[in-house]
């Protein structure tokens, strides 16, 4: 029996920034080692439907990008796959190359056929070199006159190790729209419809996803496949449990596919996702790659991994990331030619095989930031790996246009990194987690921010207090964050749209450096400045003329922790842009939240061996599904 591996596609929307993502007619060279696009000649005229495109005379199309090569390292190393086909269709005179690379992206053609009138070339591949990395892919040439691509799909005749479908799981809070847009392209996607098994929907909102016009047909469309299942606000943890809970009772369905609800999917890459898993050689968490929902070409994670020490995520080769693809393309670009291992994956798309559900349990109930990384990592010490593979991925808005880190959300950061690394972290009392947590506290006082400031020393005191805390603040640790807010004047923004905020010395300006260059102090200059600025707000007395007025304005990528200090108060961009925030200097909150940061520090210095078994010995009760089923009847 054959069966289809991956399907090659256009673009279900007709937009010129998602064409690099798809199909490749430019023509590239390299100047200084950097891939350059010499040609613009791509059209969306020439696409013509979902699977086929117009071959203009004369031109070459290559396939070899990011959604319609085949990232043959990836099937080799993880899967039983040995044996693929690759079947392409054409009408009119073309001729259709077959390449491969390796992991250091060098080229080698396979194969080459020339074809006339209507034409089905098959090319019979075996996946037996590509250990380290390399994808495989082809181009397409028309003659004096134009072709047309017909579609082209990767089978293989041998026989997946699970048959069994996925169950969607969508979380979503106040966003109905990215929802319906989500159930209407899986509506009219029937290839993917045959792989899964329900759809749930964790409605945790007041806007919802049933009161939105379009649910009603949506819902005739899709039948008993889509439920939708309302409960209170307990975050993505909340939700995600909720849907791994319902999809534990589905005897059809090997798989749980959580979805972030704020993204637009290509439908191919689900089903690219559920057939990796079933061909996995064991049970995997097979994860998606997340492009800029602003910024369509730029893809922002390739594999992501957390840092032993100081017990932190990042995405591998991060000084390489976000990849925009509109200025270089997948086949010049030697470092997307390596097999990259993940640690976790970001739950926007992740697909979880149940046996893992059923021996590792649920999620933290975290609320949300790091439930994820959590997971994935729980997962990987029981044995079951996270691969995110290429090709498969979707389009989330960014963190580049927000900083969650000094809004209501730096308690989750806080906490339960922590909490992760007091239950994974193999390092003598976590590494340098404490001293990374503390230098975190010094930037931000330094910077003036003492709600995140006072936000991240109440997760503190929660990790504290012990683990029992993450059930019993589960539904309020939010609304009590955001309430916090109130008592700090630097969280509220301030819109242009009223009164335009001036600053009494204006903005101050910066050279430019380049990219992933900072011109901050280190070494002992690092040490210097950090002790004179301490010292400095400790004693110093703002100006009243500072206090009434900010002192100067910064755009938000220059407002760094070396820089701020050096001012009474500042007038400082909001990350997306609609706003300003004012940061004053205040001495008796810096004095108070000072003597807090170094209490708690070393307290939790002095705890951790004993925090660190504690939270480890309740970890089952954490995640099992018994003690999520009483925590939605009890929040109902």
């Not at 099937?75 to 390449?99: E, M």
């Not at 749209?497 to 901050?520: C, H």
């Amino acid at each position: 029996m054959t069966h289809v591996l991956q399907n090659v596609v256009f673009p279900l929307e007709r937009d010129p920034d998602l064409l690099p993502l798809y199909a490749d007619p430019e023509i590239w060279s390299v100047i200084d080692e950097q891939p350059v696009r010499v040609s613009s000649r791509a059209h969306l005229g020439n696409i013509l439907d979902r699977r086929r495109a117009r071959i203009v005379a004369g031109r070459r199309v290559s396939l070899g990008t990011y959604f319609n090569a085949f990232p043959a390292s990836y099937w080799q190393h993880w899967t039983v796959v040995r044996n693929i086909r690759l079947t392409v269709r054409t009408s009119g005179p073309a001729t259709v190359l077959v390449y491969r690379s390796n992991g250091n992206g060098v080229r080698q053609r396979l194969d080459t056929r020339e074809v006339t009138g209507d034409s089905e070339a098959h090319f019979d591949l075996t996946l037996d070199r590509y250990s380290d990395g390399g994808w495989i892919w082809f181009d397409i040439v028309a003659d004096e006159s134009a072709a047309v691509f017909e579609g082209a799909e990767w089978t293989t005749e041998q026989e997946p190790v699970r048959t069994g479908k996925a169950s969607l799981g969508i979380t979503t809070f106040n966003k109905p729209d990215y929802c319906v847009q989500t159930l209407a392209s899986l509506a009219d996607s029937p290839d993917v419809l045959e792989l899964v098994d329900r759809i749930f929907v964790i409605d945790q909102g007041t806007d919802l996803v049933a009161d939105r016009p379009e649910h009603p047909e949506l819902s005739e469309r899709l039948g008993e496949t889509l439920q939708i299942i309302r409960q209170p606000n307990l975050g993505g943890s909340g939700g995600f449990s909720r849907a791994m809970l319902e999809t534990l009772d589905r005897r059809e369905s090997d798989f749980v596919q959580l979805l972030d609800d704020d993204v637009l999917v290509e439908p191919e890459s689900l089903r690219r996702s559920i057939v990796f898993g079933q061909y996995a050689t064991r049970p995997t968490i097979v994860g998606a790659h997340m492009f800029d929902l602003l910024d369509r070409p730029k893809l922002h994670a390739w594999a992501e991994v957390v840092d032993e020490v100081p017990f932190m995520w990042r995405t591998l080769y991060q000084e390489e990331f976000p990849h925009d693809f509109s200025a270089s393309n997948l086949r010049q670009t030697k470092i997307l030619h390596q097999r990259l291992d993940s640690d976790y994956n970001g739950w926007w798309m992740c697909l979880i095989p149940m046996e893992t559900v059923r021996e590792i349990g649920l999620a933290l109930p975290a609320f949300i930031k790091w439930d994820d990384a959590e997971y994935c990592l729980r997962a990987g010490e029981a044995g079951f790996p996270t691969v995110s593979v290429p090709g498969i991925a979707l389009w989330h808005v960014s963190w580049v246009g927000k900083d969650d880190s000094i809004d209501w959300q730096a308690y989750f950061h806080a906490r339960n990194r922590i909490v992760a690394g007091l239950i994974h972290s193999r390092v003598s009392d976590g590494g340098t987690l404490i001293r990374h947590s503390r230098r975190m506290d010094l930037k931000q006082l330094m910077m003036m921010q003492y709600y995140p400031t006072a936000l991240r020393h109440r997760a503190l005191r929660d990790v504290l207090s012990g683990p029992t805390h993450m059930w019993q603040n589960l539904a309020t640790a939010m609304p009590g964050a955001r309430e916090l807010a109130a008592s700090f004047p630097e969280t509220v923004v301030h819109r242009d749209d009223s009164t335009r905020l001036r600053a009494r010395k204006g903005r101050v300006v910066f050279k430019q450096l380049k990219r992933n260059e900072f011109d901050s102090p280190t070494g002992l200059r690092l040490r210097w400045f950090t002790l004179k600025t301490l010292v400095s707000h400790w004693i110093h007395r703002p100006d009243p003329a500072n206090l009434a007025q900010p002192e100067v304005e910064f755009g938000k990528l220059d407002a760094h922790w070396w820089r701020l200090p050096a001012y009474d108060s500042a007038l400082v961009s909001s990350a997306d842009g609609r706003g300003k925030t004012i940061y004053t200097r205040d001495r008796a909150q810096f004095r108070r939240m000072l003597r807090d940061t170094v209490s708690l520090h070393r307290s939790l210095r002095t705890r951790w061996p004993r925090l660190a078994a504690e939270y480890r010995r309740a970890l089952p009760e954490l995640t099992s599904p018994e003690s999520w089923r009483r925590a939605f009847e009890a929040h109902r």
